[in-house]
DNA sequence: CCATCAGGGTAATACGTATGACTAGACTGG
DNA sequence: CCAGTCTAGTCATACGTATTACCCTGATGG
């Protein structure tokens, strides 16, 4: 098909495709930016997109990231992809930046940080941040910054869940099934959307008693365990993620206690865990703030004022929650 | 503690390091690149390394890239983040990226692609790519790149599992419970690593019965429930992906069989749902995957001839396999 | 005493793009 | 007929780095 001409050494330049329409690498450069209507005539603008595509021309990203002095590029805060909540966050995010013509890096950085942030302001425009302590970010030039469900005071721009509404109606339907002594299996996290959970939780059931452990199977299944065995165990156990929730009912297979007949429990996120073990659980919409944040920040960076969304996250009630029984 | 001097509009740059140090800027680069050893006195390096530390000066990496036509970025490839599977495999690669100071940024692609493969040459150094027919590659400028369990003929660098031998880890460990028909559910994809599962099995299990779905817990419900409801029904099942196995094993509690009871379940990869459904399945190190891909490329970037390492795949046995009963 | 050389540094340049400054020609109006 | 404007371009330059070619000074050697 192509003319087996001799191979190119290198990538064509807009050099090269100006040279192959007659033009100078200016007017190359003018009609493939589109910025400029009406500076070149229609059919010179003609001539030398064809030319570009005969070449098979790409504009070399480092030489304009040089000469505009920013790169499209955003760069993701979170401790991990491992934990699918963060890889539907990262989803949702590269969907928006893509669309948007940006790429997204991420950036490991832990829940519990080992030092100071150090941003590579010259090799991003802009960053989406979780669990990162906002003022780590201090610095000489700061970056465009959108929080993740994590954002204290409400200062920088920020996507956040209805953790109040969900934990509200987590309540009224463990109420509504007749539960009044309940448990929390709290992420041993310095968070601040665990957080709200805990005090949502504190502010709505008179009657909480709570144990913390980290984000595993194995560390759920422990404190679960201690905690059901005390003589007074709640009738319902409220965890702070689904993983917890899924060690949890292991602790309580061990115990001989059933679900739901004998304890309740929760979960939050809504993993392809809580679907397989059939789960009720707290929907947050990882995704959709991932997307959202990126949307708050690609407004930033064009000088519009980013919403500040709240979303909604939606009760599943699934099957292991049911009604006490006396 | 940093003096409030006037802050600066924008990084600082070589020059700026050059003027602090009383040097030229081409001295400051021979210093920080470290490649020029004698070339400038000790002292006079001592005093651009201060400078540069006083200043927090940090190259840009557009710039450089610009120079150096390179990027030190590579591309992983893969259909999603969303699957734990890739997840992993990303963890792996990325790790070692970032310790040899390259950055890996994530390229989305379908299994089934809807179009060309289009690689952006002028912005990355190479490739990781799994699930993506290697022709699809073909360009005037190929790109170094390592096939991540996929390659057929081993032409291209590549890392892979050692399929053959889980299968054989697995079969002998349904023999000697005693099945003899056992069912395969099938991932209905076009990739090779399944369809190396599907020969495997072949050529080991005399009496095999194959059903294929996506992979997906409903998918792998619908698949099973009717493979299961057929009267010469297996008293195993060898299921592609764990998460087929959760729906494989929704479908059994459906009829009314017991796992491992009436029926054993195995499946591939070994992902936390694995762990909270105590399901026998072959663990397939991902994050090894990963990491060992990146040094084999990385050797590819530098010359050396890369390894081409065969991984190998780990039967976990929990408790979704037991003795056929009589 | 002059040629050579090593040591230690500087000046100049190229990478490829985007854009502000400039200009040759065509057209307009008074 | 000429000053002014508009059209459709070109020229030159800057972004920040890495490297090549050059330069100056003193030491060495025959």
Redesign the interface.
Known sequence: MTPAGP??A??PTSKDVAAEAGVSQSTVSMVLSGKWPGRVSASTAQTVREAAERL?Y??????R??RL?R?RTILLVIP???A?FF??V??GA?RVA?EAGF????F?WPIIPDGPFRV????IDGMLASSMAEDSLAG??PVPLVMLDSDPEGTAPAVNFDIEGAVRDLTAHLFALGHRRIGHLAAAIDAWTFQRRASALDAAVEDLVRVFAPIA?STGYEAAYELLSRPDRPTALVCDDD?LA?GAH?AASALGLNVPGDLSITGFDDL??A???DLTTVHLPAEELGAQAMTALLDLLQGRSPARPVLPAELVVRRSTGRVEL
């Open positions: 191979a190119p290198s990538p098979g790409r504009p070399n990203p480092a030489a990231n040089l002095g790169t991990t992809l491992t699918p890889a539907a990262y989803t590269a893509n790429s997204l890096v991420i490991p590579p302001h010259e090799a000489p030039r199977i993983t899924v292991k392809v865990l679907e397989a073990l």
